[in-house]
T-cell receptor
C-alpha cells in the first residue's frame, strides 16, 4: 500500500528550540491530519487541515496544508521534554472516504 | 469517560496458533478500524467496518479476520496464516462525518 514520506526520520533537539518536520507525496490529498504517539500508546490527533494553503495552530503547534496539496508541514515552537514522541502525518486521497494513508513518522527527542 | 479499550496490552503467541485481539468502544462511533504498526513504518490498514455486520479488507488483510456483531466491538483474529504477526496493533474508531480517528492504546503481539 501507499505510504507518505516524512522527514526527518528522527531528530534530537535542545529544550526551547523550534522543530520543523514535513510530509510529502506524489499524490494530491484533500485532508491532512497530524498525530502524536507517545511510547506504547495510540496516536492522538493534533491538527486537521482541509484546504490548500491552510495554516492552523494548536498551542505551540502549527501545521500547514501545502499549496500543491502534495505536502504538509508541522512546526513546534519552544519545545519542552513532553514533546518527545513520534509525529505522524496522515492524508486522505478522496474526500468522504475517511480512509487515510499514514506517514512513516518523525521520532522527536528533546534534550533538557 | 468515553473511550476505546484494547486488550490485552501485551500478548505472546506460539507459532501456528490463532489469537484474538479485543477492541471495545463506548463512544457510539459507527466506524472502526484495525491498523498494524511496525518499527520505522507508518500505520497500515488491516480491516475496517463502517457499520455493524459489515467490514472491508484494508491493504494488508491476508492472515487476519474480523467480525462486527455489535457496534461497540471489533475483534481482530491473527491467524496462523499470517507469516509475520509480531507487531503493534492499533484499533481506532470514528464518529460519522468526523475527520480523524480516536485510537486505542494498542496491543503488542509477539510470536515466540
Amino acid at each position: 500500500g501507499q505510504q507518505l514520506n516524512q522527514s526527518p526520520q528522527s531528530m534530537f533537539i535542545q529544550e526551547g528550540e523550534d522543530v520543523s518536520m514535513n510530509c510529502t507525496s506524489s499524490s494530491i490529498f484533500n485532508t491532512w491530519l497530524w498525530y502524536k504517539q507517545d511510547p506504547g500508546e495510540g496516536p492522538v490527533l493534533l491538527i486537521a487541515l482541509y484546504k490548500a494553503g491552510e495554516l492552523t495552530s494548536n498551542g505551540r503547534l502549527t501545521a500547514q496544508f501545502g499549496i500543491t496539496r502534495k505536502d504538509s508541514f508541522l512546526n513546534i515552537s519552544a519545545s519542552i521534554p513532553s514533546d518527545v514522541g513520534i509525529y505522524f502525518c496522515a492524508g486522505q486521497l478522496t474526500s468522504g472516504t475517511y480512509k487515510y494513508i499514514f506517514g512513516t513518522g518523525t521520532r522527536l527527542k528533546v534534550l533538557a | 469517560d468515553g473511550g476505546i479499550t484494547q486488550s490485552p496490552k501485551y500478548l505472546f503467541r506460539k507459532e501456528g496458533q490463532n489469537v484474538t485481539l479485543s477492541c471495545e468502544q463506548n463512544l457510539n462511533h459507527d466506524a472502526m478500524y484495525w491498523y498494524r504498526q511496525d518499527p520505522g513504518q507508518g500505520l497500515r490498514l488491516i480491516y475496517y467496518s463502517q457499520i455493524v455486520n459489515d467490514f472491508q479488507k484494508g491493504d494488508i488483510a491476508e492472515g487476519y479476520s474480523v467480525s462486527r456483531e455489535k457496534k461497540e466491538s471489533f475483534p481482530l483474529t491473527v491467524t496462523s496464516a499470517q507469516k509475520n504477526p509480531t507487531a503493534f496493533y492499533l484499533c481506532a474508531s470514528r464518529a460519522t462525518g468526523a475527520e480523524g480517528y480516536t485510537f486505542g492504546s494498542g496491543t503488542r503481539l509477539t510470536v515466540v
